[in-house]
C-alpha cells in the first residue's frame, strides 16, 4: 500500500491509512502497536451498532444509553491525542474522533496547526 498518512495514538504509531477523495479514510493498515488498542475500538463499534439498532427499532432512551458508553470508550481513545499525518510531516490533521473498522478509517477533526488541541 502507498502510505498516505500515518496514524499516531500519543506519540504511537498505530497504522496507516491511504487517501479516500483527498481526506484520509481507506484502507487501514494496522502497525504491531495497533493490537493494544484494538480492543478499543472494536468496543466502541459494538455499542455505536447497538444504538442503531435500537433506534431502527424505535428504542431513543435505550440508544441514548449506549451512544453514552460509546462517548467514553471514544475519550478513552482519543484522550492520548491524536493525529493523521502526512508522511513527510509536511501537515496533517487532529482528530476528535476516530472509528476504525472494515479496513476503513472514519474521523473528525480539523488541520494541524500551531494552535492545534
Known amino acids: 500500500m502507498c502510505h498516505r498518512f500515518n ?30 488498542v484494538e480492543y478499543l475500538f472494536k468496543h466502541e463499534r459494538e455499542l455505536t451498532d447497538k444504538a442503531d439498532q435500537c433506534l431502527s427499532d424505535d428504542k431513543e432512551q435505550e440508544s441514548e444509553m449506549w451512544l453514552e458508553k460509546a462517548d467514553k470508550v471514544m475519550d478513552q481513545i482519543v484522550g492520548p491525542g491524536l493525529r493523521l499525518e502526512h508522511p513527510d510531516g509536511s501537515y496533517g490533521f487532529y482528530c476528535n474522533t476516530l472509528a476504525i473498522f472494515d479496513g476503513r478509517v472514519c474521523w473528525r477533526g480539523g488541520l494541524l496547526t500551531d494552535e492545534s488541541p
Open 7 to 36: 496514524i499516531y495514538r500519543g506519540g504511537v504509531l498505530i497504522g496507516y491509512v491511504g487517501n479516500d477523495d483527498q481526506w484520509p479514510g481507506e484502507p487501514f493498515e494496522p502497525t504491531a502497536e495497533f493490537s493494544k
